[in-house]
């Protein structure tokens, strides 16, 4: 037998809140704001100390260049969109901030009140909170949604996280009862969630999370994309550790595309294993990825002075003449 659904209709404490429900339990598809749902249910705000709306555990790390334009925007036109929180359930007096974070470290640092939405919500309502309102305004990376979806699914299951991931990769090895309560509560909840399908979520977030832990860093923090760090698993053996710290530092740096990274894990690969293959990269292949490496590091630079502009404009002269010489060899 399924679990029997939750009865949220009087969590908000407002009679309308039906449509808040309605668009939670929607996964919010039909790119309506929450805001603007919970403006429509009659929950109106409050002036809050920003100080007073703690974040979530799980919160995402600021991003300082949103804050800083953020900061602006206030300073001109006010808090133009409603925080949301609930209150806490552990600090007497305070509020669990659930969307907003960048907002409140703005008021924060200009030392204004923060218009707030303030929700009466369970932990699971909570959470749903949290990553809809992340989600819709496409604010999660993969990793962060894979791990918004298990916190959802472990608080609707009743279990740990850890177990949650043990159903889905039995799901993926053909290993789960699907007639299950709990795998009928992951196919009920998870679109509500989220818009990947299980089978994707599996392949593409959930093996994120066996990660080393400099690459999760990375990953949470926005500075690699998780397309990016899919191509270093292979990597993720303790033998490979000091090449895929190094490797990984280069990439964030130099904002190495995926093909070459994937290159470049396939030579720390050979390079390291005890029956390394012998290939040697082609000629070609290894000019164009320096040519690439050289347009990003010029990209990088801010000022030349004169001289080295001179320099660097004859070097080009040269490269130019030698390739077109090459190109009309060819034509011959």
């Excluded at 359930?89 to 303030?118: F, N």
Aim: charged share 25%; hydrophobic share 40%.
């Amino acid at each position: 037998m399924p679990k029997p659904k939750l009865d949220m209709s009087n969590m908000l404490g407002d009679t309308k809140t039906i449509q808040v429900l309605s668009a939670l339990e929607g996964g919010l598809k039909t790119q309506q704001d929450l805001n603007q749902v919970l403006t429509q249910a009659g929950i109106s705000a409050q002036q809050i100390d920003p100080h007073n709306l703690l974040p979530r555990t799980k919160n995402r790390p600021l991003d300082e260049g949103k804050v800083v334009s953020l900061m602006q925007s206030i300073q001109e036109m006010g808090v133009l969109e409603d925080l949301i929180a609930r209150p806490h359930p552990t600090e007497l007096g305070s509020y669990e901030l659930l969307a907003g974070s960048h907002r409140r470290e703005s008021c924060i640092r200009l030392g204004v009140l923060a218009p707030t939405k303030i929700v009466q919500v369970d932990d699971k309502l909570a959470a749903k909170i949290a990553g809809a309102t992340n989600s819709h305004r496409n604010q999660l990376n993969a990793l962060e949604e894979a791990d918004m979806v298990l916190e959802v699914l472990s608080l609707e299951l009743e279990i740990t996280e850890a177990d949650v991931e043990s159903l889905l990769w039995r799901y993926s090895n053909k290993t789960v009862d699907l007639h299950s309560s709990q795998w009928i509560t992951i196919e009920t909840v998870m679109p509500t969630v989220t818009s990947v399908t299980i089978s994707s979520f599996i392949r593409h977030y959930l093996s994120l999370r066996k990660l080393p832990q400099d690459i999760l860093d990375a990953v949470r923090s926005g500075n690699l994309h998780y397309t990016k760090a899919q191509k270093l698993i292979r990597l993720k053996h303790t033998r490979f550790d000091e090449p895929r710290r190094a490797l990984l530092q280069e990439a964030i740096a130099n904002n190495l595309p995926v093909s070459d990274l994937s290159e470049r894990v396939d030579q720390v690969v050979s390079a390291l294993t005890s029956n390394p293959v012998q290939k040697a990269e082609p000629p070609r292949r290894v000019l164009t990825r320096r040519v690439k490496a050289i347009y990003q590091q010029v990209g990088q630079i801010k000022h030349w002075d004169a001289a080295t502009q001179r320099d660097v404009e004859k070097l080009l002269t040269k490269l130019e003449e030698k390739i077109q010489t090459l190109s009309n060899s060819l034509k011959d």
